[in-house]
C-alpha cells in the first residue's frame, strides 16, 4: 500500500493534537489531545487493515516521508516501508500507553452557525500574532455576531474584529489560540454544546473531505 500525500499531511496535522494516534482497520482515523480538548476525526483514502498503536507520531511522519515512493507493509507487530533505497521497521506502540480518541461523534446541540474560510482563518492566525492576542472569540450582541482576536484581560490590547452575521440570542464563547489546529480551509463552524450544557465547544466541519475539529471553549464562556 502506498500513503498518499494528503493522507500525510492529515497525520502531520493530527500529530500537531497529540503524537499518541490508534489505528483501527478501516479508513476513519481520530485524535484527541492530552488535555482531551480538542478531538478531531477525518477520513482517509487508505484502508488501515488491522488495529494498532504509535506513540510517537511525527517519528513515523518522517520516516514515511524519508523514503519517496514508498511501500507500506502493515504486519503483525511493525509496519515495514520499503523502496528501492531500503527497508524500515517500525514497531507499534503498547496500546496501554497511548491516548485513543473516543469511537463515534460528539452529540451537540448548535447554537449559531456561521461559514469560515481558509482565509480567515490565516487572517486569525496572523492577527493573533500582530496583536500577542491569546484568544479566538464568537460572540453574539446586540443581534450582531462578530469573530474576534483579542486579549480579553485588557480592554486597551490591540485586536482584531469581523462581522460575521446576526443572532437574536446573546452569547460569547472563547478559545485559546493554540488551540486552533485545524487545516487551514472551508468549514461550517457552530457554537455549539452538548445536551446537558456541561460542555461547549466550537464544531469546524468540512462535509467535502469528512474533516472534523471539536474545540473546547475556554472558562468563562456563557452560552
Known amino acids: 500500500m502506498k500513503i498518499g500525500n494528503e493522507t500525510l499531511q492529515l497525520l502531520k496535522n493530527f500529530a500537531s493534537i497529540n503524537t499518541n494516534i490508534v489505528f483501527k482497520p478501516g479508513n476513519n482515523i481520530a485524535t484527541i489531545s492530552t488535555g482531551r480538548n480538542i478531538f478531531a476525526k477525518t477520513t ?3 484502508e488501515i487493515p488491522i488495529e494498532f498503536a504509535i506513540y ?4 513515523m511522519l518522517a520516516m514515511l516521508t524519508l523514503i519517496n515512493d514508498q511501500e507500506v507493509e502493515f504486519g503483525e507487530k511493525c509496519l515495514y516501508v520499503s523502496s528501492a533505497a531500503g527497508k524500515f521497521e517500525y514497531y507499534y506502540s503498547n ?3 497511548v491516548i485513543a480518541a473516543p469511537s463515534g461523534e460528539i452529540e451537540h446541540e448548535e447554537i ?3 461559514r469560515i474560510t481558509t482565509e480567515d482563518i490565516h487572517m486569525l492566525m496572523k492577527a493573533a500574532a500582530i496583536t500577542g492576542s491569546p484568544t479566538i472569540s464568537v460572540t453574539s450582541k446586540d443581534g450582531a455576531v462578530s469573530l474576534s482576536v483579542a486579549d480579553r484581560k485588557n480592554a486597551t490590547a490591540s485586536n482584531f474584529t469581523k462581522f460575521i452575521g446576526t443572532h437574536s440570542e446573546p452569547f460569547d464563547v472563547f478559545i485559546a489560540v493554540q488551540n486552533l489546529k485545524v487545516i487551514p480551509d472551508t468549514y461550517d463552524v457552530c457554537v455549539a454544546k452538548i445536551p446537558s450544557g456541561k460542555a461547549k ?3 469546524f466541519k468540512n462535509e ?3 474533516l472534523q475539529y471539536w474545540i ?3 472558562p468563562g464562556s456563557a452560552v
Open 216 to 218: 473546547a471553549v475556554e
Open 56 to 59: 510517537d507520531l511525527n517519528s
Open 208 to 210: 467535502p473531505k469528512n
Open 201 to 203: 465547544f466550537l464544531h
Open 95 to 97: 496500546p496501554e500507553i
Open 112 to 114: 449559531y452557525k456561521f
Open 44 to 46: 482517509i483514502k487508505e
